[in-house]
Structures are given as C-alpha cells and as structure tokens.
C-alpha cells in the first residue's frame, strides 16, 4: 500500500541510486547497491559493510537478491569494481524471502576459499524456513495454500488452479541455501569493520528477521520491517493458519520508536530515509484505520477475508498481489479475533466468516 504521507520523511540523499553493478557510498565503510525483481516490486536494496573478520580484510554482504542469470552477472560487476578489490568475507541475510536469501547458496560459494569459508549468518528460525522452503512448496503456493485461501473465502476456480500450479515459487529462485549457517539473535552485537552493529528482531513479516542498528553511525539497516514507500506485508499463510502476524509486527516496530530519531534508514525497498519515529506512527495508523474498517464492517454482516479485499485494497490486484493481500486481509481479522473483538465460525460452505458477538 503506497504511502500517502511519504513527504514527511526525508530522503537525505536526494534521489540518487546507484545503477545496476555499481555501488554508491552512503557512510564510511557503507555501500549501497540495487539489483532488480522479477516482481511487482522492482528492486531490492543490498548493502556492503566493509569488514575484517578472522584477521582479513574484505566486505560483508547484507542480503543478497534472487537467483538468476542478471543478478549474478550484476555481482561480478559489483567484485570487478566495487569492493577496492577486497573480497567478501561473510554474507548476512536479514530475512528467508526469496529477493533476500535467493543468491545466499552461490555468494558463499563464489568467495569460500579451501582455507576459509565464507559464511551464511542469519536467524536460526529463517535459516531453517529457507531450507524447508527451498526443497518442498510449505507456504509458498501448492494444494495447501489453495485450500488455506479457499477457506477464507477466494472461489475463483482460475486463480486457485494457479495457486495450485506455484508450488515451485520459492525454490525458482531460492534453489539452494548453504549448508551451513552462524546464528543471529536478537540484541546480539556484529563487529564489522570496527562498527559496532546490534542484531534487532522483528516479528511478523518473516519468521525471526533481523535489522541492523549501528549507533556509531546511526544507521539501520531496516530490512522490510520500515519501508519508506510501501506497508510492509504482514500475512497469515496456510502453513500457519491460527496466526496473528499483525499483532507482532506492531509489537516490533514499537520497539524501533526507542532508535534515536534521526537514524538513517537503509531499508531494503525504496531511498534511505530519515523519519523513522513519523515513520512508525504512520505505519500504526494505517494499520488502526484498516483494524476499524474492518471492524466496521463486520458489524453488518458476518464477513471473510475474500470480501474485504476491495475494502483494505481499493485497487485492482493481479494473481500474485491478490495472494499477499488475502494473507493481509486474514491478519487483520486475526488480530480483532484474537483479541476477541470479533469472533469466527466455520459455515457450512467450509469458509471461515468473521462477526460481531
Ligand atoms: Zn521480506
């Protein structure tokens, strides 16, 4: 959902982006580079610290773009020009979804040498997704996520069949993820390049994603929990179906209000940003304001979460926007059911409708 507020941020460094293969400098020791997505969304922000780890000079990588032929012959470019021909010495993965972890498997590969390998760190609950997603269709599409959204209330037999058809999604562009991995947690503190770097959780986008906050900088590294432009999504998926993901992301963004205000943003979609305080508050308004629609509209009648679609989203959504959406939609009625605002039954058609008790 686009930002109508967006002018209350600040984009401190203009509209500058770096080009495809190329590198921009946004602080000392800090790059940034954008890679493109073969979705909707366009591009994915990716960030090189400049690091020392085991008595070597080098980059660390934050996240990594999906895999496919463009991306990868973007990151050569990136080696050949942008990293003072230093090499990669680690590659940090904020989150499991596909446009962050995709080349995780080939970047560690690409720069582990016979004496040391170049490692994965990522939470232990992602790394752990990432591989169950990347060998099977858990979550991602498939005969499961079909029922899931038929059950809240989408019939169209042609965008189920569809549904049905994507079990392969995730592992298209996630086709392997590294043996092995170094656990991150939350308020653990990385040494990277002699900035101090403290591990921040937030729940609900991702199972257990983690932000990077540097004080000395003050910079975070945001990844999709605060996006300048878009709400971040916060969906129930089938292979979680009882779960009340709006209620932790709103729970976690809270805890970023304790970052200092003027922070710079290095978000994973959209320009660094300074606002993140006003940023916050709009993201808990927006929320509330949808949270009310919906309680409004399960006032008048027993609703499910296909029939607020036009409600929440007021656009025309294609198959893959209108999947995300569902799961935004179900969230919502979550939150309100779990907090016993409304409550659900299960009607006799097998679709979940929510009412006013
Ligand atoms: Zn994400």
Not at 34 to 42: E, Y
Not at 50 to 64: A, H
Not at 72 to 86: C, K, P, R
Not at 200 to 217: D, K, R, S, T
């Amino acid at each position: 959902m686009a930002n109508p507020k967006e002018s209350e941020l600040h984009y401190t460094l203009g509209d500058a982006k770096p080009a495809l293969g190329q590198v921009l400098e946004v602080a000392p020791g800090v790059r940034w580079l954008r890679m493109g997505l073969p979705f909707a969304l366009d591009h994915i922000n990716l960030w090189l610290l400049r690091d020392e780890l085991d008595g070597r000079q080098g980059w660390s990588i934050v996240d990594c773009g999906v895999t496919n032929e463009a991306t990868q012959a973007a990151w050569e470019q990136v080696f050949a020009s942008g990293l003072d021909g230093l090499p990669v010495l680690r590659v940090i993965v904020t989150h499991f979804h596909p446009d962050h972890m995709g080349l995780a498997h080939w970047l560690t590969a690409r720069w582990s040498t016979p004496e040391c390998e170049c490692r994965l760190w990522i939470s232990a609950t992602d790394y752990n997704v990432a591989r169950l997603a990347s060998s099977s269709t858990i979550g991602m599409g498939g005969e499961s996520a079909a029922g899931f959204f038929a059950s809240h209330g989408l019939t169209d037999p042609e965008a189920l069949d569809k549904i049905r058809a994507r079990s392969s999604y995730y592992p298209s562009m996630v086709p392997a993820v590294p043996a092995r991995f170094r656990r991150l947690m939350n308020g653990q503190t990385l040494r990277i390049g002699g900035q101090d770097w403290r591990c921040i959780v937030g729940y609900g986008h991702a199972p257990e994603h983690i932000a990077l906050f540097n004080a000395g900088q003050g910079l975070l590294i945001s990844g999709d929990m605060a996006l300048p432009r878009i709400s971040t999504n916060v969906s129930v998926i089938d292979i979680e179906p009882e779960a009340d993901p709006l209620s932790l992301y709103l729970a976690s963004i809270a805890t970023l209000l304790e970052l200092p205000a003027d922070t710079l943003v290095l978000p994973s979609h959209g320009l660094p940003f300074t606002g993140l305080h006003q940023r916050i508050r709009q993201l808990q308004e927006h929320h509330d304001e949808r949270l009310a629609d919906v309680l409004d509209a399960c006032m008048s009648a027993p609703r499910c979460a296909a029939e607020l679609l036009d409600l929440l989203f007021k656009r025309k959504l294609d198959l893959h926007q209108t999947t995300f959406a569902m799961g935004e939609s179900v969230a919502h009625l979550h939150l309100l059911w779990l907090q016993g605002q409304i409550t659900r039954r299960i009607d006799a058609d097998g679709v979940i409708r929510f009412s006013r008790p």
